[in-house]
Nanobody, 130 residues
């Protein structure tokens, strides 16, 4: 089964940028996946789907809260997905998790943001504050 490791979190001022990374570790057919998704959870709030990307068809999807500010991309050689976060706001403060699924789902969309992933990394904290 694939394992996911997030990195790149930290403290940034409002209006600033950060780039998160999610690296998939595994070998053999049991580590295959098509979609990587990013979700976040702020203190006292439910987890929120942010974005996903599919290696099956190259499709991407963004939640309304980050559309136009965040960009998701992937490097298939490095088995890494990136989340470039620009024009950060205080409400972007959260622990960010990357996830995937073991069912080889191919469609990256709003449904996948909410329900698709069943394997998650441990998260990386992003704090937006002056």
């Amino acid at each position: 089964q694939v394992q996911l490791v997030e990195s790149g979190g930290g403290l940034v001022q409002p209006g600033g940028s950060l780039r998160l990374s999610c690296t998939a570790i595994g070998s053999g057919h049991n580590s295959r996946y098509y979609i990587i998704t990013w979700s976040r959870q702020a203190p006292g709030k439910p987890r929120e789907g942010v974005s996903c990307i599919s290696s099956y068809d190259g499709s991407t999807y963004y939640s309304d809260s980050v559309k136009g500010r965040f960009t998701i991309s992937r490097d298939n050689v490095k088995n890494t997905v990136y989340l470039q976060m620009d024009r950060l706001k205080s409400e972007d403060t959260a622990v960010y998790y990357c996830g995937t699924d073991s069912a080889l789902i191919t469609a990256c969309n709003s449904w996948y943001l909410s329900y698709g992933a069943n394997t998650w990394g441990k998260g990386t904290l992003v704090t937006v504050s002056s």
